[in-house]
């Protein structure tokens, strides 16, 4: 199979659809692999690296989109990306299609086998494609809200973790899994006062055995929120719904209430975010203030730690690519019922049924398509 990498476009997206020795893994079993030139140099991913494993190098995207049967992105593809899909190629990255009713009908349009990273499972449950992207996002996330709670950012001045005579900075966690958990094992080093909220009394109680009196475990619902929320200094909004927009469970009229100054990171963001007042944000102009309390909505925070969530990212998605490029996309489909929980669009029908829900398709079940 031939197999395009092209460099991403998206506002400060430094990551890349395969490392090198990711492209090996493909030539090394005979398939044919087109990377744009400079895709990995902004992360120390030389040309010359990936020559070395028998890539070949494309002056633009154009010609991969042309040539390649299958494309590997990190991020979603862009508008002017989505028009050079055509029908019967196949598109393996990222998509968060839910919130995103512009990219679902051009991607319907085009025709195009649209896998998605983030909703293929793992065999022992979760979302292995996803995770290392949540892990380093929660753990940017508490990193984001400590540098914008500094006054020079706008923030109220604090310091997480206090000083000895002076109380520590209060963090929420909204929602205890991936996500959660990395920006609470950062909180809990800052030395700051934790409080994790979740729906999973047994995810609550796993925490506090390894944690104690380190942090505050609390069932979540509308009124523990709140009362989280308003005595907050930092929120991390850390709620996921498989494929399908996040819940908005914090209200405009309750971030209206909360401290001045105070920050919320919404890590739901790809997914339409988990706050009323969020809306996607980039790293070139990362926050805005709304009632008094600052919010950051990056819709790509690995991008800002690229080498490290590009390496991460490959190892969790290298093996699919394998299969694909092998098999083709019906038989590793069918081969793997963990991968086909990855097909979102699929030659002209939506074939994810939240994403379908949510947008008003008629849902088409994988199984029905590859029949």
């Not at 299609?97 to 065999?123: F, N, R």
């Not at 995810?203 to 009362?227: K, M």
């Not at 979102?344 to 947008?359: F, K, P, W």
């Amino acid at each position: 199979m031939i197999v395009g990498v092209p460099k991403e476009i998206k506002n400060h997206e430094y990551r890349v659809g395969m490392t090198p020795s990711s492209v090996r893994e493909l030539t090394s079993r005979g398939h044919q692999v087109l990377v744009q030139k400079n895709a990995g140099t902004e992360i120390g991913l030389t040309d010359e690296q990936y020559k070395a494993v028998g890539a070949e190098l494309v002056e633009n995207a154009k010609e991969i989109f042309e040539r390649a049967e299958m494309i590997v992105k990190v991020k979603e593809p862009q508008p002017v990306e989505c028009a050079m899909l055509r029908p019967g190629q196949i598109l393996y990255t990222y998509l968060h299609l839910a919130p995103d009713p512009e990219q679902t009908a051009a991607l319907v349009k085009s025709g195009a086998i649209c896998i998605a990273y983030e909703t293929i499972t793992g065999a022992n449950g979760g979302l292995p494609l996803l995770a290392p992207m949540s892990e380093v996002a929660g753990r940017m996330a508490i990193q984001a809200g400590a540098a914008h709670l500094e006054k020079s950012k706008g923030g109220m001045g604090l310091l997480l973790g206090g000083v000895p005579g002076v109380s520590p900075a209060h963090i929420v966690i909204i929602g205890a899994g991936v996500v959660g958990t990395n920006a609470m094992q950062m909180a809990v080093g800052t030395g700051a006062r934790v409080t994790v909220l979740d729906k999973s009394v047994d995810r609550l109680r796993q925490l506090d055995l390894v944690y104690g009196n380190r942090i505050s475990t609390v069932y979540s619902n509308a009124q523990s929120i709140e009362e989280a929320v308003l005595s907050a200094d930092l929120v991390i909004g850390g709620v996921l719904v498989p494929g399908a927009a996040a819940p908005k469970l914090v209200s405009r009229d309750l971030i209206s209430r909360m401290k001045k100054g105070a920050v919320v990171v919404d890590v739901a963001i790809d997914q339409g975010g988990c706050f009323e007042t969020s809306h996607a944000t980039t790293h070139a102009e990362p926050t805005y203030l709304v009632d008094g309390v600052i919010h950051y909505c990056v819709a790509n925070m690995p991008g800002a730690v690229a080498r490290t969530s590009t390496f991460a990212l490959n190892n969790a998605t290298v093996g699919h690519a394998v299969a694909l490029a092998s098999k083709g996309w019906k038989q590793a489909l069918r081969d793997d019922v963990h991968l086909r929980n990855g097909l979102n669009v699929c030659e002209g029908q939506v074939t994810y049924e939240a994403v379908a829900r949510d947008l008003g398709y008629q849902y088409v079940a994988a199984d029905d398509v590859l029949r």
